[in-house]
Each structure stands twice: as C-alpha cells, then as structure tokens.
T-cell receptor
C-alpha cells in the first residue's frame, strides 16, 4: 500500500521567513496530493492540492511542487505570519475513490 | 449545510459500551470517508462510501467497527464493545465526486475509560 513520509516533524521560523515542508510517497499510481492545516482541536482544513499532471501550483503565499519521478512533493509558505502556526499534513491518494494516506504532520511555529 | 457536520463533538464511553458517531456530509457530496486520528498523528483511513455503497472498508481495525450510509447522505460509524485503544478523534470527510477534494468535519473525540 501507499506510504507517506513527512519532514521535518517540527519547524520554527521567524515571522516573514519562508517555510518548506517535504513529503515522499511510495505508490507511483498516486495522482492527488492535498495539504491540510490543522489547528489545535480543530478540523483539518484543505489549503492547497496538486494533481499528478501538474508540477507546481501557487495560491498567494502558498505553493506546492510535485516531482513525480522522485515521488516527492513540497509545501512552500512565504512571508510567514503568526497565524500560519499549526500542524500541517501532506497526503497522497491511493486505490479507488481518492482514499488518502497522510504524513505524520509538521508542527510549524512562526515566531513574531 | 455549509460544511460537514459531526455529532457528538465529544463522547466518553465506558469500556465495553457501544457507541454511534454521526456524520452529515455537505449536501450533494457523493463520496464520504471516515478517518481515525490518534493524538499527535495524521488521520488514518477507515472506510469509504460512494453514495450508499460502501466501496472500501479495508481500514476498519476490527469487526467491532461498522459503518453505514443507507440513503447515501448521513453516515453512522458504530463501534461495539469499545476498548481503550479506540480512543481517538473520528473524522468524517466528504467530496463532490470520487476524485474531488475532501472537506473534513470537526470530528468526534471519543474517550474510552
């Protein structure tokens, strides 16, 4: 089955700096890669996603890149703000119906 | 409704008790997923419905876990004879299509004592 590894497990950055979180996946058939932000005690919120026919996608301060050959994808947050502090999860689809396998999460702390 | 709604938000069950967790997906969403999220970990897939059909239940950890979506909208996850290891947040997600983006509910935090 699919396996997703996520690094780093914690990340501290200064406000205004960039943050990068990286994930690798094992199943070459995976074709959908969402990123979720989860604040303490709240639901995972979809912040950006990318499909395997695209190499990069950007939405304001957030961008995701995908390297299908290497089977890794990354989340880039620029000009970080304190409200970006949360746990970020990457995920990869597998099998039928878009089931998701999640990474273990990255705790992002933005220091002001 | 505006989003995926789950109830109850919190449930404390005595070991051995049966529980039922409810999920109201976004209206019109065909696909519905249940995930289990242990403390400090990412969500783990439990089961998946397309309309009323349960197409995949490979993630259900034991035969004590049962899910249904009889009319293709509301879904119920039932856990029989709860054990302490069942303590987790149970998340429901729905998507408009089989390949659409998944939107999560706020989850039900189950604590088995």
């Amino acid at each position: 089955g699919e396996n997703v590894e996520q690094h780093p497990s914690t990340l501290s950055v200064q406000e205004g700096d960039s943050a990068v979180i990286k994930c690798t996946y094992s199943d070459s058939a995976s074709n959908y890669f969402p990123w979720y932000k989860q604040e303490l005690g709240k639901r995972p919120q979809l912040i950006i996603d990318i499909r395997s026919n695209v190499g990069e996608k950007k939405d304001q301060r957030i961008a995701v890149t995908l390297n299908k050959t290497a089977k890794h994808f990354s989340l880039h947050i620029t000009e970080t703000q304190p409200e970006d502090s949360a746990v970020y999860f990457c995920a990869a689809s597998y099998g039928d119906g878009n089931k998701l396998v999640f990474g273990a999460g990255t705790i992002l702390r933005v220091k002001s | 409704g505006a989003g995926v709604s789950q109830s109850p938000r919190y449930k404390v069950a005595k070991r051995g008790q049966d529980v039922a967790l409810r999920c109201d997906p976004i209206s019109g969403h065909v696909s519905l997923f249940w995930y289990q999220q242990a403390l400090g970990q990412g969500p783990e897939f439990l089961t998946y419905f397309q309309n009323e059909a349960q197409l995949d239940k490979s993630g259900l950890p034991s035969d004590r876990f049962f899910a249904e979506r009889p009319e293709g909208s509301v879904s119920t996850l039932k856990i029989q004879r709860t054990q302490q290891e069942d303590s987790a947040v149970y998340l429901c997600a729905s998507s408009l299509s089989a390949t659409g983006l998944e939107l999560f509910g706020q989850g039900t935090r189950l604590t088995v004592v």
